[in-house]
T-cell receptor, first 115, second 109 residues
C-alpha cells in the first residue's frame, strides 16, 4: 500500500523560533498533499491543500505567512511554522493523494510543542 | 453550509456489534470515507463508499444511502483494540474532504 512518512515525529521548540515538518510519499507520486492540524479531543482541521509546483490553497482563518507550505516535488511537501507560539502546539498531520486514487494516505503525524 | 454529523461517543461490549451513524449535507458528493484513529496517531483508512449499498470488509462494513445523506459503519465481534475514534468524511464536488468530528468508541470487557 501507499506509504507517507513525516519527519520529525515530535518536536519541542521555543516560542519565536521556526519549525519545519517534512511529508514524503515513499512509493507513489503525490500530485496533491494536504496539511491538517488536530487539537486534543477534536477532529482534523484542514489547514491547506497544495499541488506540486503551485502555491498552496489555505483554508479560511489559516495564516499563510505563518504556515509556509512548499510542495516542490511529487514526493515532498514541507510545512514551516514560523515564529511559533504556545498556541501553535498541536498534532500536525499530512496526507497525500495521486491523480488516480480517491483515497488520501496519511502520514503518522508530528506532535509540536512550543514552550 | 457543509455539515457532517456523527455521535460524539458510544460504548459497546467486547464481542458485540456496534453501528456508528453519519449524516451529511455537502455541496456535491464524490464519496464517503470512514477512518479509524487511535489516540495520538494519524487516521487509518477503513472504507470508501460512492454507490448506495453495503460494503463488507472483514469485521467492518459500511453502508451508504446517497438519497438520505446517510452512512453507517458496522463493527462486528468487537475487540478491545477497536477502542478508537471513527471519523466520517465526505468528498464534495471540489474533491475536498469534509470531516465529521469523530465518534469515540469505548469498548468494555
Amino acid at each position: 500500500g501507499a506509504v507517507v512518512s513525516q519527519h520529525p515525529s515530535w518536536v519541542i521548540c521555543k516560542s519565536g523560533t521556526s519549525v519545519k515538518i517534512e511529508c514524503r510519499s515513499l512509493d507513489f507520486q503525490a500530485t496533491t498533499m494536504f496539511w491538517y492540524r488536530q487539537f486534543p479531543k477534536q477532529s482534523l482541521m484542514l489547514m491547506a491543500t497544495s499541488n506540486e509546483g503551485s502555491k498552496a490553497t489555505y483554508e479560511q482563518g489559516v495564516e499563510k505567512d505563518k504556515f509556509l507550505i512548499n510542495h516542490a516535488s511529487l514526493t515532498l511537501s514541507t510545512l514551516t511554522v514560523t515564529s511559533a507560539h504556545p498556541e501553535d502546539s498541536s498534532f500536525y498531520i499530512c496526507s497525500a493523494r495521486d491523480t488516480t486514487e480517491y483515497e488520501q494516505y496519511f502520514g503518522p503525524g508530528t506532535r509540536l510543542t512550543v514552550t | 453550509g457543509q455539515n457532517i454529523d456523527q455521535p460524539t461517543e458510544m460504548t459497546a461490549t467486547e464481542g458485540a456489534i456496534v453501528q456508528i451513524n453519519c449524516t451529511y449535507q455537502t455541496s456535491g458528493f464524490n464519496g464517503l470515507f470512514w477512518y479509524q484513529q487511535h489516540a495520538g496517531e494519524a487516521p487509518t483508512f477503513l472504507s470508501y463508499n460512492v454507490l448506495d449499498g453495503l460494503e463488507e470488509k472483514g469485521r467492518f462494513s459500511s453502508f451508504l444511502s446517497r438519497s438520505k445523506g446517510y452512512s453507517y459503519l458496522l463493527l462486528k465481534e468487537l475487540q478491545m483494540k477497536d477502542s478508537a475514534s471513527y471519523l466520517c468524511a465526505v468528498t464534495d464536488s471540489n474533491y475536498q474532504l469534509i470531516w465529521g468530528a469523530g465518534t469515540k468508541l469505548i469498548i468494555k470487557p
